[in-house]
Structures are given as C-alpha cells and as structure tokens.
C-alpha cells in the first residue's frame, strides 16, 4: 500500500499558524491564560500552542488529521491553562474541517459538535452544581458549534456555485456543439442547393460543347451554342439567388422552386440532351389537387431534378419518367426511370454527389429513398422516394 503524503501548505495556512504561535508566545510572555484544570507546568501550553499551529498547516491539505491533532493540543492547553490564540485556532480548524473535509465530515462534524457541547453543558451542572456551570455550555457551544456550522453555510454556498459554474460552462459547451452542428447542417444544405441548381445547367454545357467541338456542321454548332448560352444564362441567375441568399438570409419565391414548375424543369432536359428525337421525357402528375408543405415540395422538385440531370448524362435514348403520387393522408411518392445505357463513360463528368445529396433531403423528411438498376434484365434505371406529408397541407 502506497502511503499519499499531503500537499504543502498554502499561503493561507502558513499566515494563521504564523500568527497563532507568534499571538500565543506573546500572550503567555504577559501571562495572559487562563486558570490551569491541572497542576502542570505552564510551559506545557506552549507545547499544545506550537502543536496546534503545526495543525494548521494541515487545514487544507489534511483538515480532519489536523483537527484530531488540534483536538489533542486543546485538552492539553485546557489542563496547563489556556491559552486563548489555543481557542481561535482550534475553531478555525473545526471550521476547516468541515469546509474542506470529505463528505462524512461534512455531515457529521456538526452534529458531533452539537453532543459534544450538551454533553460537556451536563457534565458540568453535575459537577459544579452552580448557574455558572451553563457558562461551559456557552463556551463549547462558541468554540466547536459555530464555526462547524459557519463551515456548513460557507460550503453550501461554494458547493452550489461550484454546480452554477459547471451547468454554466455545460451550457456553453451544448451551445458551441449546437452552434457547429447548426453551420455542418447549413453547409451541407447549402452544398445540396448549390449542386442541385448549377449541376444540369453544367452537364448541358458540357455535351453541347462536346458535341460542337466533334462536329463539324455549322447548324448543329450554332444550337449547341444556343443551348450553352442559355444554361449559363440560367446557371448565372441560379448562382445570384444563391448569393443574394447567402449575403441576406432572406429566401424569395424565385429562390424556393415548387412542383408546379416541373414542366420547365423536363423542358431544361429535352434541350440538354444533343439529340433530342431520340428522347422523351414524361411527366405523369398523380398528386391530385393542392399543394404540399413547403419542404417536401422543395425534396421532390431537386430529386427529379438530380434525375433528371443524371438521365442527361447516363441514360440510354428512350422515355425518362418522371411519375408523382399520392393516395390520401399518404406520403409523397417520387419515382423517375430512364433507361439503362451500356456507354463505358456518362456524357458529362460528375462529382457523384447527387445520390449523396438526394438521401440526405430524404433523411431530412424521415423519408426513404431507394436507387438502382431495375426491371427483367435490369434494363432501366429508377429513382424512388417516399416523402411523408405531416402537417397541413399549403
């Protein structure tokens, strides 16, 4: 078993015991004491006063070692007559006790010292005989129950500031996390707009340039180059209401796409593919009447919109199917398909966030999302969303 010395005094403590021993030499040099209980040499009372202050060197660091030793020193002090830098002492390390002692401590001191000064009150009325007896009590009482109890108040007060300090900087610190939690979720959702607005305008402007830089026919530039300008037009404008957004916080209706503006959306489609009577896109509207809530609105119109920019650069020439349905007090159903092409590379690169950014609208929503190749020998690719509807409806 290792034995654990105590710390060194601090500052406080070698102040009271400095002062202790210095105020007890000189009262005892003026013969200032108190009758002895005993017969002893009164040399005795300075063995108990350099006792008591090596005592308080242990009132933080020791404080329940210290008061049994101030507790020896005081009985002695009491018989060779006392001393009374003895007595202030003594309360200060009854005090120390229980302010810096354990828990137990704590709790018990004040209670020891309440027996102990009704104890010590009846032992001298039986003794004595005399009113004058009620004195000891008084005395006890002053030495051992007050400062036990000034102890308890002072730690009360500490303890509970202690808990203020602690629930103040556990606040803090849920703040902060909250804080960088807030700006994680407001840079993705900034990210997924800003993909989901510029990623079909670039995919266009990359096929068409593609396509006119491979062919040589001045007719088939000139559109290319008609298609490029007018997704760069609108890439452009996309990027200034992103901007606007971000420098003013204020989200106007132009910055909020709806559903009602999905035939734009399949237009934008038909004009980004090079060849568009090879492609069909199709939009079948099941919603019924009314509108949805604004946010499931918004996670449907950017998943057909990723699709839509994803079947521009993979699909195979076909049909895309853009299919909306909703049966009463059921969640949102967003299923797009296009077929499956066999290309070993898509028509324009792609960063490969957009599925990414698709789940996490849906997660958002409490939806769920499902992607990939389906159909009899997995001819055709199908995006399918269900996105629940709570609240009123818009």
């Not at 009491?78 to 401590?105: E, H, K, R, W």
């Not at 062919?215 to 760069?232: D, K």
Request: hydrophobic residues 50%; glycine residues 10%; contains cysteine.
């Amino acid at each position: 078993m290792q034995l654990t010395l105590p710390r060194r005094p601090d500052r406080d403590a070698l102040l009271v015991a400095a002062a202790g021993l210095l105020g007890g030499v000189l009262l005892h040099a003026l013969g200032l004491r108190s009758r002895p209980a005993l017969p002893l040499p009164p040399w005795l009372a300075l063995v108990a006063l350099a006792v008591m202050a090596g005592a308080e060197l242990l009132r933080r660091s020791a404080p329940l070692a210290g008061l049994a030793l101030a507790t020896g020193a005081l009985v002695l002090d009491i018989c060779a007559g006392s001393l009374i830098a003895n007595v202030g002492m003594f309360t200060d390390l009854v005090y120390a006790a229980v302010l810096y002692g354990p828990q137990a401590a704590y709790r018990f001191i004040p209670r020891a010292t309440e027996v102990l000064t009704v104890l010590g009150t009846l032992l001298a009325v039986a003794l004595v005989r005399k009113p004058e007896a009620l004195l000891v009590g008084i005395g006890l009482g002053l030495v051992t129950i007050a400062p036990a109890w000034t102890g308890v108040g002072v730690r009360v007060h500490r303890d509970a500031a202690r808990s203020a300090r602690l629930a103040a900087e556990r606040t803090a610190l849920l703040a902060e996390l909250d804080r960088r939690e807030a700006v994680g979720a407001e840079r993705s959702r900034m990210a997924r707009e800003l993909h989901d607005m510029v990623a079909g305008h670039l995919s266009a402007i990359a096929i068409h340039s593609t396509a006119a830089l491979s062919i040589g026919e001045p007719e088939t530039s000139r559109e290319a180059l008609a298609v490029i300008r007018e997704n760069s037009v609108q890439g452009l404008a996309e990027m200034r209401r992103l901007i606007t957004l971000l420098r003013t916080g204020e989200e106007g209706p132009a910055a909020t796409p709806t559903l009602a503006g999905l035939d734009a959306l399949l237009a934008q489609a038909r004009r980004a593919v090079p060849d568009e009577g090879r492609f069909r896109f199709v939009l079948h509207d099941e919603r019924g009447p009314g509108r949805l809530p604004a946010p499931v609105e918004l996670a449907a119109y950017r998943i057909v919109q990723e699709s839509l920019t994803n079947a521009v650069k993979h699909a195979a020439p076909g049909e895309v199917t853009v299919r909306l349905a909703r049966t009463p007090d059921g969640p949102l159903t967003v299923r797009v398909t296009s077929p499956l092409d066999d290309r070993p590379a898509p028509r324009a690169p792609g960063a490969g966030a957009g599925i990414v950014g698709m789940r996490e609208r849906v997660a958002l929503l409490g939806g769920r999302l499902e992607t990939g190749p389906q159909g009899d020998g997995k001819t055709f690719w199908e995006v399918r969303a269900e996105l629940p509807v709570e609240g009123e409806e818009m």
